[in-house]
């Protein structure tokens, strides 16, 4: 299929109206909103993708729209949910690929979904204009601690509430971890820049270098209570994990005795406030996620000789992206595996020289589907290194309230069903609550938090989640198009990368290649359905059907919660009760649809949708 075949032409884009003959038509399509449970749960069963995603970004329709080359409504369906589009277009975790039905078995590779998030940030208009929906001034006055992800993300939508924000961000610049945390070479700072300014420019006051805490130059929760309506949380998980070595107590950081051992964290967040950072020759990365990945590409920069990474487990089971880990690797970091520090060593004068490991083997499953890792007695042995940087995770800081909440047993806050804690008019969001997550995670998160806040403030609900359905008029796929293979990222040639520490590694897909992977998506928020009193049962659409994805049955399943539950097959005619379309196995081929002969087939648009009320 052609690009002219696949794109509608809508008014106002690319029509000549210079001819008499010339008519503009207008096309109204009903369009209806549902909170019914079927409809509900059939968008969380079917669009598996969307469901993934913390802040329910409608994966299907802005892909679609990219491959109509309307990257600027690609960008909006974008920010309608996650706010940073041409960040998160790079740094995303990306839960909507794991569960992506083109990555089911049979299926082929997920679909590049990221990188079109970010094709649709690249390719928009210099122009483009972001429109919101609006409130009118509430009166209610917010105060957000921490310009992170999460809080920018309350920060945008409770502005479009109505209400008066103030964000008080100790650093110097918005963005938090996005900012400080995570290098240039992954993160374009021009990029974050504008989406920071985007989320903040409808009124947010950001004051900068402002400290939340209990000392004598610190703003005080407990006066900033008094003085707004309410007050959000989000400063994030900002200290980091000390390593637990053998004989050394619990708690204890390392990095005080050893000049040459740095938490990555505080080496990330020092690098990019400006300080000049060095390492040596030969550096040791202890730890398994992003930052210890960063930390490592970051030290190769700085003129590592030979960065290693050591984890606990197996590489299959480091909780990040493949890329990032392929990336790593090109660049000639080494990952090695099973392996636990237990101790730090140096010379007479204090200098680190090694680390010593326990070997492991592999244990049980955790919770997470990750492995336990189980050390082998009397296994040690030494890695030589003169640089450690030690990445294993991050934690809360709650020594900066004035104020008692209740915590769980982990030091995060506890919430109530409100969103608020235990202290009255304090509401938290992101890491600062959940521990230690992803970027996409807090965003989710600090939108559910504005809408609870919003709620608890004006006394009623005024935003909701619903089912918008559209009726779509024809197919938009082609079956040939499950055969298009995943494009891969272009990136930068290795000499290129390691100039400084800005030059991005990924340089992003052209119009070419993100058509090419968006036509790859199975636009799984379309429903196809059938008409059972028009159908005539001439099996017609099941002969066509390229999978089992069309199914006689004589019942399905009602759940408790009102969504359809298990579909009743049978193989004789005298028991069919209905031809049903099962949208678990339909690949929106169109190939049902365009043999009925009845027309009895349907196609809908289901889109999770924030309905003001």
Known sequence: MSEEAIRRVRVGENEDFSKTQSIGQRIITPVRFSTDPRDVGWVRENIPCQTACPADTNVPAYIRMIIEKRYGRSYELNRMANVLPGTLGRICSRPCEDSCRHGWPGNGEPVAICHLKR????????????????????????????????????????????????????????GGMLYYGIPEFRLPRDILNVEVHNALRLGVDLKTGYAIGTGSDDIRVSDLLKQYDAVLLTTGCAAAIPLPLRDL????????????????????????????????????????????????????????????????TTEEYIPVTREEIHEAKKEKVKILGLRTPVEVITDDDGKLTGVKFVQNRLGGWREGGRRHALPIEGSEFIEPCDTLLIAIGQQTVNDILDVQVDLDRYGNVRLGEDGMTSVPGLFAAGDYVRGSSTVVEAVGHGREMAIQLDTWMMGRERRKKVVKIEAVPEPLRERSFDFIPRQDMPTLQMDDRFENQVNEVETGYDNDLAFEEAKRCYLCYHKYEIDVDNCIYCRACIDVAPRNCIKMVDGVDIKEDGTYGELHEVKEWNQVGAIWIDNNECIRCGACYMVCPTKCISISKHEIFYQDI
């Open 249 to 312: 107590e619990r708690g204890y950081d390392i990095t005080r005795d050893v000049a040459d051992a740095e938490n990555g964290l505080d080496f990330l967040v020092e690098l990019h406030r400006g300080v000049e950072k060095s390492v040596g020759k030969k550096v040791a990365v202890v730890g398994a996620g992003f930052t210890a990945l960063d930390c490592a590409r970051v030290a190769l920069r700085l003129g590592a000789d030979d960065v290693t990474i050591h984890i606990r």
């Open 119 to 174: 094709s649709a940030a690249d390719f928009k208009a210099d122009g483009h204009r972001i429109t919101e929906n609006l409130y009118t001034p509430s009166g209610k006055r917010v105060a957000i601690i921490g310009a992170g992800p999460a809080g920018l993300a309350a920060a945008h939508d409770l502005t479009t509430l109505g209400h008066d924000v103030t964000m008080y961000e100790k650093e110097d610049i918005a």
